[in-house]
């Protein structure tokens, strides 16, 4: 399943990979699907809760607007307020709103907050830091190549020196 969403989200370019292999996600993409998921949910679970309680005998959801209302409060958990669900079809709706918003929701705020705090700087300096840490061993490689050179130099002077 990973393998499907890796190929599908590789090829609608959310992500890139770096040389490091660390994926960053481009967050712009990823905050627009974000809200559009959200815009989606919000208007097709009013519609059917709108449809499930209109007429229904007690519903305080009177119009499309109270629907929309409903759902846009349920997803942020502040509650129903004046609006609330009296059937079993628009408390389902409310319930797959709140599961469905508060994920959304949730991830939205993440990304806004790594933007604004710069969690994802951390990131950045692990790079960096793996990228030195490369160049340290690959002259540390050289230093070590060049003291073989010398001592297999030195080592012929020194047993010359011993043997006389």
């Known amino acids: 399943m990973s393998s499907v969403f890796q190929i599908t989200s590789s ?3 959310l992500y890139s990979v770096d040389e490091f292999g ?3 996600y481009k967050t712009r993409y990823v905050a627009m ?4 998921s959200m815009a989606t949910l919000i208007l097709l679970l ?3 809760t709108y449809y499930a309680e209109v007429g229904t005998e007690g519903a305080t959801i009177q119009s499309f607007g109270d629907a929309l209302w409903l759902m846009i409060m349920s997803s942020t958990t502040i509650g129903f307020g004046s609006q609330y669900p009296v059937t079993i079809i628009g408390r389902v709706m409310v319930t797959m709103m709140f599961i469905t918003g508060v994920g959304i929701i949730g991830g939205l705020g993440a990304l806004v907050a790594s933007k604004l705090l ?5 990131n ?3 790079r960096e830091l793996r ?5 340290i061993l690959a002259m540390n490689k050289k230093l070590e190549q060049k003291l073989d050179l010398l001592v297999e130099k030195i080592e012929p002077m ?3 020196n011993k043997n006389d």
């Open 11 to 13: 090829k609608s370019k």
């Open 22 to 24: 660390v994926v960053n």
């Open 33 to 36: 699907l974000c809200i559009l």
């Open 46 to 48: 009013g519609c059917i």
């Open 118 to 122: 710069g969690f994802s700087d951390t």
């Open 124 to 126: 950045v300096k692990n």
């Open 131 to 135: 990228k030195q840490n490369a160049e």
């Open 158 to 160: 020194v047993s010359n």
